[in-house]
């Protein structure tokens, strides 16, 4: 496992205890009981108590919705629109739980029927990109099913505690005294989940997120966004590969295809991160890495009919160990105002 990939484990990881304990610690969340909204452990209300109360005229009521709803809600559609139009589904990708459960299970039922989803019309190979050989073996559905069983539970039960008080909620379930909406939240959030986590997963991500999607829509109108670009006058390389960069993608996706065709990239860098595997040794390198700006546009213009030549320095550590003298160290992040690579 590369740098990048270990470090984007650690992100999801955090996030996921984060998902789990903003609640508890009221970081944030909104309390039925008492309608409002508490952020880093304080009461986030509008303001209209005051109003309703005749403590405070129209004008201050006004005022009130603005600098505490209108204006943070505008701060984070702005952010998130921005870091979508520039970097993709980068939250997908590096800090969503939900996709942290995908991957997760799509290892397992990997290993159990040899394929990431059931909907896969053919079986992986069984030689991985570094070498390794995973076998299905169908005894992991009894731990595929389970642990799919287990992650809707606990996102049934985390999705309540943003509604009601996690002491509550957790006291309840701990003493068996949940009452009976909370109990049909539960019961059917854990069903739905349990189906979702079996049989979509990816789907889910692809046509039916509505967060993905608004990161998506953002990217594809910044031709010069950071995508996974591809060495094509180096394609013939691909000869001796099983397709591993379309084998690792936990969206099942293509890499190699043009930006349209990759609108739902998570920006994972699985794909990437197998290429350099692949051609590890190899003294020209990956043909795949994340690149922006100029060298983007080869994913994402031909779409529209056109084929732009890849300024050569967008793949300029593809060179003999020789001439790549002088060029200093690939990065082993996100790309820099030219591009980056994916360290091996």
């Given at each position: 496992?590369?740098?990048?990939?270990?470090?984007?484990?650690?992100?999801?990881?955090?996030?996921?205890?984060?998902?789990?304990?903003?609640?508890?610690?009221?970081?944030?969340?909104?309390?039925l009981?008492?309608?409002?909204?508490?952020?880093?452990?304080?009461?986030?209300?509008?303001?209209?108590?005051?109003?309703?109360?005749?403590?405070?005229?129209?004008?201050?009521?006004?005022?009130?919705?603005?600098?505490?709803?209108?204006?943070?809600?505008?701060?984070?559609?702005?952010?998130?629109?921005?870091?979508?139009?520039?970097?993709?589904?980068?939250?997908?990708?590096?800090?969503?739980?939900?996709?942290?459960?995908?991957?997760?299970?799509n290892?397992?039922?990997?290993?159990?029927?040899?394929?990431?989803?059931?909907?896969?019309?053919?079986?992986?190979?069984?030689?991985?990109?570094?070498?390794?050989?995973?076998?299905?073996?169908?005894?992991?559905?009894?731990?595929?099913?389970?642990?799919?069983l287990?992650?809707a539970?606990?996102?049934?039960?985390?999705?309540?505690?943003?509604?009601?008080?996690?002491?509550?909620?957790?006291?309840?379930?701990?003493?068996?005294?949940?009452t009976?909406?909370?109990?049909?939240?539960i019961?059917?959030?854990?069903?739905?989940?349990?189906?979702?986590?079996?049989?979509?997963?990816?789907?889910?991500?692809?046509?039916?997120?509505?967060v993905?999607?608004?990161?998506?829509?953002?990217?594809?109108?910044?031709?010069?966004?950071?995508?996974?670009?591809?060495d094509?006058?180096?394609a013939?390389?691909?000869?001796?590969?099983?397709?591993?960069?379309?084998?690792?993608?936990?969206?099942?996706?293509?890499?190699?295809?043009?930006?349209?065709?990759?609108?739902?990239?998570?920006?994972?860098?699985?794909?990437a991160?197998?290429?350099?595997?692949?051609?590890?040794?190899?003294?020209m390198?990956?043909?795949?890495k994340?690149v922006?700006?100029?060298?983007?546009?080869?994913?994402?213009?031909?779409?529209?009919?056109?084929?732009?030549?890849?300024?050569?320095?967008?793949?300029?550590?593809?060179?003999?160990?020789?001439?790549?003298?002088?060029?200093?160290?690939?990065?082993?992040?996100?790309?820099?105002n030219?591009?980056?690579?994916?360290?091996?």
């Amino acid at each position: 496992m590369s740098n990048t990939q270990q470090k984007r484990l650690w992100f999801q990881a955090g996030f996921f205890i984060l998902f789990l304990l903003a609640p508890v610690f009221d970081l944030f969340r909104f309390d039925l009981n008492v309608k409002h909204f508490f952020f880093l452990g304080m009461n986030w209300t509008l303001g209209l108590d005051d109003f309703l109360a005749q403590r405070i005229d129209a004008t201050q009521a006004a005022i009130n919705l603005i600098l505490r709803g209108g204006l943070p809600i505008l701060g984070v559609i702005g952010t998130g629109i921005w870091i979508s139009w520039k970097y993709g589904r980068l939250y997908c990708g590096w800090l969503c739980p939900h996709f942290s459960v995908v991957e997760t299970i799509n290892g397992v039922l990997r290993r159990a029927i040899g394929k990431q989803s059931i909907w896969d019309k053919h079986p992986l190979p069984e030689r991985n990109a570094d070498g390794s050989i995973t076998k299905s073996n169908p005894l992991y559905w009894l731990v595929a099913v389970p642990l799919a069983l287990i992650f809707a539970f606990v996102w049934a039960v985390a999705l309540l505690t943003y509604l009601l008080p996690p002491a509550e909620i957790y006291g309840n379930l701990l003493h068996g005294e949940l009452t009976g909406n909370q109990a049909r939240f539960i019961g059917v959030g854990t069903f739905l989940f349990f189906i979702e986590f079996t049989f979509a997963r990816h789907l889910f991500c692809r046509y039916a997120c509505a967060v993905g999607l608004f990161q998506s829509l953002a990217w594809m109108g910044n031709r010069k966004a950071m995508v996974i670009g591809f060495d094509r006058k180096r394609a013939l390389a691909c000869a001796d590969c099983n397709a591993a960069c379309d084998n690792v993608c936990p969206m099942r996706l293509k890499p190699r295809s043009t930006k349209r065709h990759m609108f739902t990239c998570t920006q994972c860098g699985q794909c990437a991160n197998a290429c350099s595997q692949v051609q590890d040794g190899k003294p020209m390198g990956t043909l795949l890495k994340w690149v922006d700006q100029e060298c983007a546009l080869d994913k994402s213009t031909r779409d529209f009919g056109h084929h732009d030549e890849i300024p050569e320095h967008c793949f300029e550590q593809n060179k003999l160990p020789e001439e790549a003298q002088g060029h200093g160290k690939l990065h082993d992040q996100f790309p820099s105002n030219r591009s980056s690579s994916i360290a091996s």
